[in-house]
């Protein structure tokens, strides 16, 4: 098995959005590959206990606030494990490529002529809406998915595209949007987006402790302020979200109402 990451080389693998069930058969198998592995705070408990007792592990866990050094330390941690000559695998939540800064150590792997590669995962917009059995575009109506952070770095105002995002055509995915649920409310509406559009947010998408919530974009700020707790959580907007009455066998339990 451990042939399948050469010695000295780094494989950045997507985690999925936390159940161990959504990790890929070839992510596992990285996994168990590897003689270190290095894992962001967001990798579910369930897919750390997937690494190997005699596996090296180390929590490069990131806080909101204090990345671009953390980012650092991460990257040299990583050189350094690879000149080692260890298998390095460097897990991330969901998948690598989405607001996942694997550019960043892409790029330090290629300065140091350290090999990699990307093993894909399920990102947390694909399991939200898995979740509440919706489909992220909807034929007619949504032709278009669009992918957005709302995450302003400190003392800077977010800066989006406004007018682009309010197409009524599109379901917007909002990555890292808890806090800045009223801005994003104010500013699509005041981009003309309708007052009604329906948001769902899910917050710990895929896991035990996942809650769904029903809302609409001018109820928002009060939705995230009220029914959200401390995971991480992830808005769906736009009008395939809308609520309807399937017998899909999603968790009724789960889903709250916000209106
Ligand atoms: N690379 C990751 C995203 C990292 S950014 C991916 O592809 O999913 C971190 C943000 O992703 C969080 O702030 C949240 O908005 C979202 N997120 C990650 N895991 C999530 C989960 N299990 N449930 C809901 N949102 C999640």
């Not at 350290?114 to 059995?133: D, L, Y």
């Not at 003392?155 to 949007?177: C, F, K, R």
């Amino acid at each position: 098995m451990s042939e399948l990451i050469a010695p000295g080389t780094v494989w950045l693998v997507g985690s999925g959005p936390g159940d161990p069930d959504l990790l890929t058969r070839k992510a596992e198998k990285l996994i168990c590959a590897a003689s270190i592995v290095f894992y962001d705070a967001l990798v579910g408990s369930g897919i750390l206990d997937l690494i190997p007792a005699a596996t090296n592990r180390v929590a490069v866990g990131k806080r909101s606030g204090r990345h671009s050094k953390d980012q650092r330390t991460i990257n040299q941690m990583l050189v350094h494990a690879a000149k080692s000559g260890e298998r390095v695998v460097r897990l991330k939540g969901g998948d690598p490529s989405i607001f996942g800064r694997a550019t960043e150590e892409m790029e330090i792997l290629t300065t140091h002529d350290i090999m990699f590669q990307i093993c894909p995962g399920i990102t947390a917009a694909s399991a939200a809406a898995a979740s509440a059995s919706k489909s992220l575009t909807l034929r007619g109506l949504a032709r278009k998915l669009i992918f957005v952070t709302a995450h302003a770095k400190s003392d800077e105002p977010l800066d989006l595209d406004w007018q682009n995002l309010a197409e009524p055509d599109a379901t917007l995915a909002i990555y890292m949007g808890k806090s800045s649920a009223a801005i994003v409310s104010r500013n699509l509406i005041g981009a003309g987006m309708a007052k009604d559009t329906p948001v769902l947010l899910v917050e710990n998408a895929s896991l035990d402790n996942e809650r769904i919530i029903h809302s609409r974009i001018d109820l928002l700020p009060l939705t995230a302020k009220t029914a959200l707790g401390n995971g991480p959580a992830i808005m769906l907007i736009g009008s395939a979200m809308a609520r309807d009455h399937n017998k899909s066998l999603h968790r009724q339990s789960k889903i709250a109402e916000a209106l």
